[in-house]
């Protein structure tokens, strides 16, 4: 029988119960949201004239997707910092989130270390570490995340607090209504795609019974651009399998051309196409003739569109709770623990050798 539809057996693999981490991303959303109604900003935080959202890895995916909602509509710039140093234009009029899961992250704390120099205004967001004494010493506003896994499986808290954040400082229009609704969809739509719910039925297995033994490439606009990152990490780190993202339109000037050679790759790549009623409607066409190219390239693929959001938050993480099911599903086909990321560890303690 199909592992997919034994899921008592999935305990046999899942040796620290990642299921449970993924089930629980609605309930993350409602708590976090109903949290940071208490955190309180200084007034002046909201008179920054940019911003800089630092983090690594699955604790920048909040700040990123949060990123993406104020994209069109944000009156000052914001920028994802992924790296040790930071842009030369901090300032004291610069707002800086700094999120690190463990608050152990070296590239995170240097940002913020960096950022404080330069007296930005700071905020930080982790479940304790030196980035928390960090915030503590300078006396800055600190969320703490009060969960305990893997930094990817704690998404509902990064970013719904920068949410929150961005609401706080009048750059994203949200309300509890929309929130609740996203909740809500959110609970109804698990029900057709979680472990209990066999093969034959359950869209999320039947992708990752496609996707077995290729190669993930996930493509998205618009606010679906940092949810396909976010499918290409989930894939990496649970599934172990290796996977890469693109952007529409840009992936459309140049990455399409090169699926031409080596011809033998074409049958090991499966792209997912990640369609968003939110979108420019050319992105939309975009996807479509994509599509359409891939299908002469004999090149495997599946447009996931989320059941009808209501609102671009709800299409976010539809989306991203599909693809964190169907990579669990991966992991499962693959015969893999997804909770451990022995390769990552190691590179962290070399690092820490060398210091």
Same mark, same amino acid.
């Given at each position: 029988?199909?592992?997919?539809?034994?899921?008592?057996?999935?305990?046999?693999?899942?040796?620290?119960?990642i299921?449970?981490?993924?089930?629980?991303?609605?309930?993350?959303?409602?708590?976090?949201?109903?949290?940071?109604?208490?955190?309180?900003?200084?007034?002046?935080?909201?008179?920054?004239?940019?911003?800089?959202?630092?983090?690594?890895?699955g604790?920048?995916?909040?700040?990123?997707?949060?990123?993406?909602?104020?994209?069109?509509?944000?009156?000052?710039?914001?920028e994802?910092?992924?790296?040790?140093?930071?842009?030369?234009?901090?300032?004291?009029?610069?707002?800086?989130?700094?999120?690190?899961?463990?608050?152990?992250?070296?590239?995170?704390? @240097?940002? +913020?270390? *960096?950022?404080?120099?330069?007296?930005? %205004? &700071?905020?930080?967001? #982790?479940?304790g570490? =030196?980035?928390? @004494?960090? +915030?503590? *010493?300078?006396?800055?506003?600190?969320? %703490? &995340?009060?969960?305990? #896994?893997?930094?990817? =499986?704690?998404?509902?808290?990064?970013?719904?607090?920068?949410?929150?954040?961005? %609401?706080?400082?009048?750059?994203?229009?949200?309300?509890?209504?929309?929130?609740?609704?996203?909740?809500?969809?959110?609970?109804?739509?698990?029900?057709?795609?979680?472990?209990e719910?066999?093969?034959?039925?359950?869209?999320?297995?039947?992708?990752?019974?496609?996707?077995?033994?290729?190669?993930?490439?996930?493509?998205?606009?618009?606010?679906?651009?940092?949810?396909?990152?976010?499918?290409?990490?989930?894939?990496?780190?649970?599934?172990?399998?290796?996977?890469?993202?693109?952007?529409?339109?840009?992936?459309?000037?140049?990455?399409?051309?090169?699926?031409?050679?080596?011809?033998?790759?074409?049958?090991?790549?499966?792209?997912?196409?990640?369609?968003?009623?939110?979108?420019?409607?050319?992105?939309?066409?975009?996807?479509?003739?994509?599509?359409?190219?891939?299908?002469?390239?004999?090149?495997?693929?599946?447009?996931i569109?989320?059941?009808?959001?209501?609102?671009k938050i709800?299409?976010?993480?539809?989306?991203?709770?599909?693809?964190?099911?169907?990579?669990?599903?991966l992991?499962?086909?693959?015969?893999?623990?997804?909770?451990p990321?022995?390769?990552?560890?190691?590179?962290?303690?070399?690092?820490?050798?060398?210091?």
């Amino acid at each position: 029988m199909n592992i997919l539809d034994t899921p008592g057996e999935y305990k046999k693999i899942d040796l620290t119960q990642i299921i449970q981490n993924i089930n629980e991303l609605p309930d993350q959303i409602g708590v976090v949201w109903e949290e940071m109604k208490n955190f309180i900003l200084p007034s002046h935080y909201i008179q920054c004239n940019k911003i800089v959202l630092i983090g690594m890895g699955g604790s920048s995916m909040g700040a990123a997707l949060a990123k993406t909602l104020v994209a069109q509509s944000a009156k000052i710039p914001l920028e994802i910092v992924r790296d040790y140093e930071l842009p030369g234009y901090i300032d004291s009029k610069t707002l800086a989130i700094a999120i690190s899961y463990s608050g152990e992250t070296e590239e995170t704390l @240097s940002c +913020a270390l *960096k950022a404080q120099k330069k007296d930005a %205004k &700071i905020i930080t967001i #982790s479940s304790g570490g =030196a980035l928390e @004494s960090f +915030a503590k *010493k300078h006396r800055l506003p600190h969320y %703490k &995340i009060n969960y305990g #896994s893997q930094p990817r =499986a704690a998404l509902g808290y990064s970013y719904t607090a920068v949410c929150a954040i961005l %609401k706080k400082i009048r750059l994203l229009e949200i309300n509890d209504d929309q929130i609740q609704k996203a909740v809500t969809q959110m609970k109804n739509a698990m029900k057709k795609i979680a472990p209990e719910v066999p093969t034959v039925q359950n869209q999320a297995k039947q992708l990752a019974e496609r996707l077995y033994g290729k190669i993930p490439v996930i493509i998205g606009s618009g606010i679906m651009q940092e949810v396909a990152r976010r499918y290409k990490g989930q894939f990496n780190e649970n599934a172990k399998t290796a996977s890469y993202f693109e952007a529409i339109p840009e992936m459309n000037h140049n990455s399409l051309v090169g699926t031409e050679f080596p011809e033998s790759i074409n049958s090991k790549i499966f792209v997912i196409l990640l369609g968003s009623k939110f979108d420019n409607q050319r992105n939309n066409l975009r996807i479509d003739i994509t599509a359409q190219i891939l299908t002469k390239r004999r090149i495997q693929y599946e447009i996931i569109q989320p059941t009808p959001a209501s609102n671009k938050i709800a299409e976010q993480l539809l989306s991203i709770h599909f693809g964190d099911y169907t990579s669990y599903y991966l992991a499962m086909l693959n015969g893999v623990d997804p909770e451990p990321v022995e390769i990552i560890k190691f590179l962290k303690d070399s690092l820490v050798k060398e210091k």
